[in-house]
């Protein structure tokens, strides 16, 4: 990677949450001197499901004309509330479809997207649209969340499972933490699952892990803060989704780097879930992006 960030994608569907992300955007966009493009996705009508009468088709379009257009006046009166000049792109189909192709034909290097609610069952089966945009964008993804306040980013939070990409989460986070001057915590979840082991033996795999974190290359002349940190949980994104709750981290830098395409499929990466569940901001890196 050489600069991180030069142009940012912001998906919005004009809800609050999507407001929320472009205050993070712009963020970014200021830090990394970074333009933003704003996107807004119709849902496509699909034709073939209907009638083919032209009348029908007609009034589709209509329909859709109309959609576009007050898509169009919302942006415009974005722009006056903020007071900036914003160039966008309205367009139509399945929105995860379209940010992804969007993102490719732009040759954006960031999308930033809301996280909209979702049931139990929604996440398992389907998974919201910033999880199926990460399977197949070509460019991480910022997902952020709804919260009060100006957005921060000073606790930048890494979990790590010592694979061998995972040096691309690394590279990422430091050049996030350059850009906003923040410190950076490396945690590894040690996953007990179901079950249950003697306090001594729980100190001594506690131990070796964090001896193991410590043996790990830093990067010369290194003059941002690291931590290290090792946490005990039923499993990795409960883990690391209550420890960035508890210790306040404003951004969680993670990717599905080590998933296989079949276990994303059917049970959803440890980023998927993390994303489903946390409260924080996450920087969601993906596979395509771990073979930089």
């Known amino acids: 990677m050489t600069d991180l960030v030069n142009k940012i994608l912001w998906a919005t569907d004009f809800s609050d949450e999507a407001q929320e992300a472009f205050a993070y955007a712009d963020i970014f966009a200021k830090t990394f001197d970074a333009e933003v493009l704003g996107l807004h996705v119709i849902p496509g009508f699909s034709p073939e499901h209907y009638q083919s009468a032209i009348v029908v088709i007609d009034e589709l379009q209509r329909r ?92 930048i939070l890494v979990p790590t499972d010592f694979s ?31 079950y249950e082991f003697p306090p001594r033996v729980l100190d001594e795999m506690m131990d070796s892990v964090m001896k193991k974190l410590k043996r790990r290359k830093r990067r010369e002349k290194e003059d941002i803060k690291i931590t290290e940190e090792v946490a005990r949980a039923i499993d990795a994104p409960v883990g690391i989704v209550d420890y960035a709750d508890t210790h306040k981290t404003d951004l969680i830098v993670i990717s599905t780097c080590t998933q296989s395409k079949l276990e994303r499929f059917l049970l959803g990466s440890t980023t998927e879930k993390v994303i489903s569940h946390s409260h924080i901001p996450i920087f969601a890196i993906p596979p395509v992006s771990c073979k930089s």
């Open 164 to 194: 061998d990409q995972e040096e691309v989460e690394r590279d990422y986070a430091w050049k996030l933490a350059k850009g906003f001057d923040a410190d950076i915590t490396l945690l590894h979840i040690l996953e007990l699952h179901d």
């Open 64 to 155: 859709m004309d109309h959609m576009k257009s007050v898509a169009a006046e919302r942006f415009e009166s974005f722009q006056k509330a903020k007071g900036k000049k914003l160039e966008y792109i309205i367009k139509d189909g399945n929105a995860a479809k379209v940010i992804v192709a969007t993102a490719e034909e732009l040759e954006v290097d960031l999308v930033v997207i809301g996280r909209k609610g979702l049931s139990a069952i929604e996440r398992l089966f389907i998974g919201n649209v910033a999880n199926q945009v990460l399977r197949h964008s070509p460019v991480p993804i910022l997902i952020t969340k709804k919260k009060s306040g100006k957005p921060r980013f000073k606790k």
